[in-house]
């Protein structure tokens, strides 16, 4: 049975940073792509970030520059580093991703941006 527990998540000043994880059960995350999304209240769930299983990253134009995805095999988790964070920032994230034919994701973990 493949899970995913996010956390990490909290309440951050503007500017500030977090690290999010993202334990894995039931698969090996090093094996596929792997993904963070974010919701915010009332939008569409949206792409992050995402790894694929030689290294290679992905960041949406939102967050280049400022987000560092990784992942540690030994511990089959994956992270997401986010610095200068900004209130437009402000979500519930989420790791996804699509094995076997199935669309798996996390519970989510709130990071909320403010002052």
């Known amino acids: 049975q493949v899970q995913f527990v996010e956390s990490g998540g909290g309440l951050v000043q503007p500017g500030g940073s977090l690290r999010l994880s993202c334990a894995a059960s039931?698969?090996?995350?090093?094996?596929?792509?792997m993904a963070w999304y974010r919701q915010a209240p009332g939008n569409q769930r949206d792409m992050v970030a995402h790894?694929?299983?030689?290294?290679?990253?992905y960041y949406s134009n939102s967050v280049k520059g400022r987000f560092i995805i990784s992942r540690d095999s030994a511990k089959n988790t994956m992270y997401l580093q986010m610095n200068s964070l900004k209130p437009e920032d402000t979500a519930i994230y989420y790791c996804?991703?699509?094995?076997?034919?199935?669309?798996?994701w996390g519970r989510g973990t709130q990071v909320t941006v403010s002052s």
């Open positions: 039931g698969m090996m995350l090093s094996s596929v792509t």
């Open positions: 996804n991703t699509y094995f076997r034919g199935n669309n798996y």
């Open positions: 790894i694929g299983s030689s290294g290679s990253t």
